[in-house]
T-cell receptor, first 113, second 116 residues
Framework: KQEVTQIPAALSVPEGENLVLNCSFT??????LQWFRQDPGKGLTSLLL?????REQTSGRLNASLDKSSGRSTLYIAASQPGDSATYLC????????????FGQGTELSVKP | EPEVTQTPSHQVTQMGQEVILRCVPI?????FYWYRQILGQKVEFLVS????????KSEIFDDQFSVERPDGSNFTLKIRSTKLEDSAMYFC??????????????FGEGSRLTVL
């Protein structure tokens, strides 16, 4: 059974710092891995999608990497801003299972001005 | 930019009542999903739907739940007899399974269900 874990559960940094959020999954047979942002009481905004054949994806100040063999993905946020404060979720799409995403519990990020 | 829309944003109901949550997926998407998030817990998969039938469902999705695509645009989740433990945020999502970003799911803002 696929399990997705994110560490740390919460992170507080001063504005301008570069930071790394970690995601691990127990079964390497994934179709892709997706990173989301969730603001309090809101929906899930897709940030980056990494296909199983890819190693990384970049969008602006965000860079996500994927290492299937070790069951890990990282989300790197450069030059953090207070507007980046949110919960960040990673989710693994399981092969041949009708689009079933398995989510981690999230990392709650707070960027202090 | 196309988006998934959900209604209502918040519904309060009495235990035992029926609830229907509505979603309008992105228009050229072919795959539709419902997920839920109980307060403070992980987002959980409920069901996926393709070609007018369920393609997979979780153990949570028991006989009190049903999904339907009544027309070309709406996708609904019905909970027949709500229980206190059904209180959660329910997310609709859609995806297309071809092209560059295969398997990327796009989520709506959610419908918060409170069962009293």
């Amino acid at each position: 059974k696929q399990e997705v874990t994110q560490i740390p559960a919460a992170l507080s940094v001063p504005e301008g710092e570069n930071l790394v959020l970690n995601c691990s999954f127990t079964d390497s047979a994934i179709y892709n891995l997706q990173w989301f942002r969730q603001d309090p009481g809101k929906g899930l905004t897709s940030l980056l999608l990494i296909q199983s054949s890819q190693r990384e994806q970049t969008s602006g100040r965000l860079n996500a990497s994927l290492d299937k063999s070790s069951g890990r993905s990282t989300l790197y946020i450069a030059a953090s801003q207070p507007g980046d404060s949110a919960t960040y979720l990673c989710a693994a799409l399981i092969y041949n299972q009708g689009g079933k995403l398995i989510f981690g519990q999230g990392t709650e990020l707070s960027v202090k001005p | 930019e196309p988006e998934v829309t959900q209604t209502p944003s918040h519904q309060v109901t009495q235990m035992g009542q029926e609830v229907i949550l509505r979603c309008v997926p992105i228009s050229n998407h072919l795959y539709f999903y419902w997920y839920r998030q109980i307060l403070g817990q992980k987002v959980e998969f409920l069901v996926s739907f393709y070609n007018n039938e369920i393609s997979e469902k979780s153990e949570i999705f028991d006989d009190q739940f049903s999904v339907e695509r009544p027309d070309g645009s709406n996708f609904t989740l019905k909970i027949r007899s709500t229980k206190l433990e059904d209180s959660a945020m329910y997310f609709c999502a859609s995806s297309r399974q071809d092209g560059e970003n295969t398997g990327e799911l796009f989520f709506g803002e959610g419908s918060r269900l409170t069962v009293l």
